[in-house]
């Protein structure tokens, strides 16, 4: 049986999310973009 987790993730800016990458059930590596959020506080480039 697989392994299930759960983690809790933390932004330091409030935004909303806009697009989930991940599927349910897909392994997850470290530095995979799971979301994109936009936020009216972001700095821009």
């Known amino acids: 049986e697989a392994m299930k987790m ?3 993730l933390k932004s330091p ?3 909303k999310v806009r697009n989930v990458m991940a ?3 897909d392994a997850i590596e470290a530095g995979t973009v ?3 959020v936009a936020s009216d ?3 821009t480039e």
């Open 6 to 8: 759960e983690s809790e």
């Open 13 to 15: 800016l409030a935004g």
């Open 23 to 25: 599927k349910e059930g």
């Open 34 to 36: 799971l979301m994109v």
């Open 41 to 43: 506080t972001a700095p």
